[in-house]
């Protein structure tokens, strides 16, 4: 080990506050994500006096590592000011944070490395256990406090930056939905003068199977008049750059491709009716079921079915399935091709949208795992002796 590198155990204490009053009301837990989120555990008739007390930026892990995969459920209180977490977690702090920042250590302990170690470390028979003398017994650079700083400093530049490229990626698809249910749900379309449709008397016609008005002009028709849809087939045994779409999204890549430019649909399972939007070449899995507009109007294809909740639609006792036979047979309103035109270039715009700011996503969390990982290389010269 590298001789800037320090154990732990000198730095950190358990903290072991009780709710005995039962004066904190809000309970958290740690997720393998690392961060402390709202409990979902059934508490009636639990004593709730005897769980622990979080303070700000403090920390509560989980030593137990069996159940976790790869991670171990570790996570730094920053939102709150306090909180409580349950007896099984063990809570602690930095000793002296003029010595070690409590971010400085979390950014530690968000290193792929940490979890491997972790795991390595994890003792037991009935259930693996990284316990306290093994969290004390942790080595990693501890530079000057001014060092740390400026670490920190960087890495919340890069995680502000993502989360407020994912607001942004947020708002524009919330946008899209809006008016995709503005125009094809509420039939409030721009008319020819660029009024709201329906509410500035546009006309409408009683339709016996919905019964319902709609639009003029709109029909009623099976989903398959609209979208053409295909099995995926088993993927290829083999690794390169095009992604591989199953029931949850891109599960791999591969050398190859059976698609491009599509909507994959999941097929079975928990992700039965999950959908994912697809630019460029893919192949999709026996998993997923290949959607593709027969208009060329993918977008609003994509939000049509978002609107058909499709996991409620599924078949088979066992476990839900979603197959080419139901999908073509739904009824869906039809609209005019003009106003899917319409709608289309503006769905296309916000999109376009969307799909930079994921990228620069991308960038930034390759960034920040590139920082994590320099973490390891910090100059001797730069440590506490």
Not at 108 to 126: C, L, M, Q, T, V
């Amino acid at each position: 080990m590298k001789s800037s590198y320090k154990k732990l155990g000198n730095y950190i204490q358990i903290v072991n506050e009780r709710d005995a009053d039962k004066t904190v009301d809000r309970l958290l837990g740690v997720s393998i994500r690392k961060v402390l989120m709202p409990s979902i555990a059934n508490i009636i008739g639990t004593d709730m006096s005897t769980y622990k007390i979080i303070k700000k930026n403090q920390f509560a892990y989980g030593p137990v590592t069996s159940r976790n995969g790869d991670k171990i459920s570790v996570a730094l209180l920053e939102e709150y000011d306090e909180a409580i977490v349950s007896q099984a977690y063990t809570v602690f702090e930095v000793i002296d944070k003029n010595k070690l920042l409590p971010e400085y250590l979390m950014m530690w302990f968000r290193r792929p490395e940490f979890d491997r170690y972790a795991r390595f470390k994890s003792h037991g028979s009935a259930r693996e256990i990284f316990d306290w003398g093994e969290m004390c017994d942790t080595e990693l650079p501890i530079p000057f406090i001014e060092k740390q700083r400026e670490i920190v400093k960087e890495y919340h530049i890069l995680v502000d930056r993502i989360d407020l490229n994912n607001k942004l990626i947020t708002k524009l698809e919330e946008t899209a939905q809006s008016i995709y249910k503005q125009w094809f749900v509420d039939f409030e379309f721009p008319d020819a003068n660029g009024l709201p449709y329906k509410s500035s008397d546009g006309k409408m016609e009683f339709c016996e199977e919905l019964e319902m008005e709609i639009p003029v002009g709109w029909k009623i028709d099976n989903l398959q008049e609209l979208i053409l849809f295909k099995n995926g087939k088993t993927r290829p045994n083999s690794i390169g750059n095009f992604p591989v779409y199953g029931g949850n999204g891109i599960i791999e890549f591969i050398d190859d491709y059976n698609e491009e430019n599509i909507i994959a649909i999941g097929r079975v399972g928990a992700y039965c009716g999950s959908l994912y939007r697809v630019l460029g070449k893919c192949w999709i899995s026996d998993n997923a079921i290949c959607a593709k507009s027969k208009t060329y109007s993918n977008m609003f294809s994509y939000y049509l079915l978002s609107s058909l909740n499709l996991n409620e639609r599924s078949e088979g006792t066992g476990q839900p399935l979603i197959t080419q036979g139901l999908l073509n047979g739904i009824r869906v309103i039809v609209p005019e091709t003009s106003i899917i035109e319409k709608f289309e270039k503006f769905a296309i715009k916000l999109f376009n949208e969307s799909n930079l700011e994921t990228r620069e996503v991308g960038i930034l969390e390759q960034l920040k795992s590139l920082l994590l990982s320099k973490m390891a290389t910090i100059e001797i010269k730069e440590a506490i002796i």
